[in-house]
């Protein structure tokens, strides 16, 4: 594992980083639909950021072969969608 590689640990914290100021406005506008809309995706984001630094945990810790179930769910259902791959393959390139 490198720094250098696509983690959705990433995806998380950019979830959560969208989600607070959108938080921050729904609050400002007094917008019941915006709230809840920061909220999920702030909540979407910590969980896939967990989930990454709980993969990557476990696999320092003697583990190399552990796959998270987002990682086993990302796997299996959406890796065959050409456009994922594209995707996916660009965020390898934003890092290296």
Do not use: C
């Amino acid at each position: 594992m490198t720094w250098r590689e696509w983690h959705h640990g990433y995806l998380g914290a950019f979830l959560i980083l969208l989600g607070i100021p959108l938080l921050y406005i729904g609050i400002a506008i007094n917008s019941p639909t915006l709230i809840v809309i920061a909220k999920t995706i702030i909540i979407s984001g910590i969980i896939i950021l967990i989930d990454d630094v709980h993969q990557h945990v476990k696999q320092s810790l003697g583990y190399p072969n552990y796959v998270s179930p987002l990682h086993r769910f990302f796997s299996k259902y959406l890796w065959k969608y050409e456009k994922v791959k594209k995707i996916t393959e660009w965020f390898d390139n934003l890092f290296k």
